[in-house]
Nanobody, 131 residues
């Protein structure tokens, strides 16, 4: 059974920081992308960031570049997301997700046609940024 346990969400004021962490277990991909997507009410699902197990290359959504930093520990199957300079528009439930990596890292975690997540994901953790 694949499990992804995320933690670190909470309430923070605009300009503040949070660090999300995720521990994944039970998957057997040789090469994989692991990262985060977020879902806010009334908004489309968005891949925030992900990292490749193959070469540690990273992907960031334009909306978070320069503010968020992803890191991972392949030996422990953990991934973290350091979120700085948070904005109210970052408010969302953040889901840790992992999928096989067969090509472009940017599209490894979400079906670009339907917006549906790919692979395995957990329950998510809520991030609320107040103005």
């Amino acid at each position: 059974e694949v499990q992804l346990q995320a933690s670190g969400g909470g309430l923070v004021k605009a300009g503040g920081s949070l660090r999300l962490s995720c521990t994944a277990s039970g998957f057997t991909f040789d090469d994989y992308a692991i990262g985060w997507f977020r879902q806010a009410p009334g908004k489309e699902r968005e891949v925030v960031s992900c990292i490749s197990s193959r070469d540690s290359s990273t992907y960031y959504a334009d909306s978070v570049k320069g503010r968020f930093t992803i890191s991972s520990d392949n030996a422990k199957n953990t991934v973290s997301l350091q979120m700085n300079s948070l904005k109210p528009e970052d408010t969302a439930r953040y889901f840790c997700v992992v999928n096989a990596l067969n090509g472009d890292l940017a599209v490894a975690l979400i079906d670009v046609r339907t917006g549906s997540p790919l692979g395995y994901w957990g329950q998510g953790t809520l991030v609320t940024v107040s103005s």
